[in-house]
């Protein structure tokens, strides 16, 4: 195995795996059973203690207190055909062997007064790796990210406008690890090769969201609501698993540790008649301002929701439609740094697919319980890059590394009003 290849299939395999979720890149589409229901709504519609994770300043619309915990069960199926490691000889395919993940949510709402009301949301925004360890094609590489977020909410209301502000406490821990094949020869099994990986690592993360809405008639409702970045930097994880790369020649430079979780803007609105409401939702997801994500050119991601729920006697039902083209740019495919980032997205990152079609309903099961469910399923996409340059062809569209991805995850969720 030429030493190019060797530095493309270890840093790449080692690299920091983020999280595929139902998701807009690695963003979710939305935060509870209502709001994934719904196409990934929530900015506008008044959906309860869940809109804590959405837009605080739509618990103002609340009454009393209410409680929800729930979670989402997250089943991603990625797989990637490549013949980079053989040369342009026959590919070689692998499926992740993480295809479950579990999500968890809890939101509280309770009203103060007449004008104010706390909120509080703690919930899961990432929290999926790879998993190839028993796999030496890809050198045994494993990887996992997880973020929780911690936001206490405090919403003003007056008779038809409201606003929020949660300060937002970021916890996430990142875990890189892979084998070194020392004697290139194609395996990482033997004893003389080298574990690469020191541990977790964390950090903690400060940012803030906040909203407003406006009641332009008794039954239509617009919204904005605004999520700043956090900053985040996991020490000698990325750099330590890119420096291989760099030394090999195929990086122009090794990368840096930070992963910012980027900022969202969002607007919204939602419309009521009789027993139906429906819901629109459009947001940028500022991927190309994110350190970590620029570097690896995301791009700003424009996603559009929309969703109709219809309301009965003791229960509810909604179906919705999310849309997010691919966030991840190809670079030209002339240079081996160029086709090292491509390769990085397509295999480790590969936060591709861009069509959501969601359905969920709810039951009160007492006066004062009901229980909410969401399925979001996205259909599978495919993404080619070339690789040519990194199994030592002279032609770069020789070799070429393709990512398959679909994803279905199902929500459930417990709500209790007192």
């Known amino acids: 195995m030429k030493k190019t290849k060797l530095a493309l299939a270890i840093a790449t395999s080692a690299m920091i795996s983020t999280p595929v979720f139902a998701t807009n890149g690695d963003v979710l589409i939305g935060l509870g059973a209502h709001a994934r229901a719904l196409g990934g709504t929530g900015t506008a519609a008044f959906f309860g203690s869940e809109n804590a994770l959405t837009n605080p300043a739509l618990l103002g619309k609340s009454q009393g207190t209410e409680f929800t915990i729930g979670g989402t069960i997250f089943k991603p199926n990625v797989k990637a055909t490549s013949d980079v490691v053989t040369g342009g000889q026959p590919a070689q395919s692998q499926t992740s062997d993480n295809d479950m993940n579990i999500i968890p949510e809890v939101s509280l709402s309770t009203r103060i007064n007449d004008n104010w009301t706390f909120g509080l949301g703690i919930f899961g925004s990432a929290g999926m790796g790879v998993d190839y360890r028993d796999t030496d094609a890809l050198f045994n590489g494993y990887s996992n990210l997880q973020i929780m977020k911690f936001a206490p909410s405090l919403a003003y209301n007056d008779t ?31 004893q003389t090769d080298m574990n690469v990986g020191n541990g977790m690592s964390t950090d903690i993360g400060f940012g803030f969201n906040l909203g407003g809405y406006f009641d332009v008639t008794k039954e239509l409702t617009l919204a904005v609501a605004y999520q700043s970045a956090i900053s985040m930097e996991y020490k000698d994880q990325i750099s330590g ?111 591709i697919v861009e069509s959501h079609i969601t359905a969920g309903g709810g039951y009160k099961l007492t006066k004062n319980m009901a229980l909410d469910a969401a399925v979001v399923y996205a259909p599978e996409v495919e993404k080619t890059v070339n690789t040519g340059f990194l199994s030592q062809q002279a032609d770069p569209a020789f070799s070429s590394h393709k990512v398959t991805h679909s994803q279905i995850g199902y929500t459930l969720s417990l709500r209790m009003n007192f």
Do not use: C, R
Request: no cysteine; net charge negative.
């Open 241 to 351: 698993a890119s420096m291989p790369f760099y030394g090999m020649g195929a990086l122009d430079a090794p990368f840096g540790d930070k992963l910012e979780q980027p900022a969202e803007i969002k607007v919204g609105a939602a419309y009521t008649t009789g027993s139906w409401m429906l819901t629109a939702d459009a947001k940028q997801i500022k991927w190309g301002d994110a350190a970590g994500y620029k570097d690896f050119n995301w791009k700003d991601q424009n996603v559009f929701g929309i969703g109709a729920k219809y309301t009965g006697q003791g229960y509810w039902l909604g179906a919705g439609y999310n849309f997010g083209s691919d966030p991840i740019e190809k670079l030209s495919d002339t240079s081996p740094n160029n086709q090292t980032i491509n390769m990085f997205n397509n295999h480790f990152f590969p936060g």
């Open 160 to 190: 038809n406008f409201g606003f929020g502000f949660a300060p937002v406490i970021q916890y996430g821990a990142l875990d890189i690890n892979y084998k070194m094949d020392t004697n290139a020869n194609g395996s990482t099994s033997d």
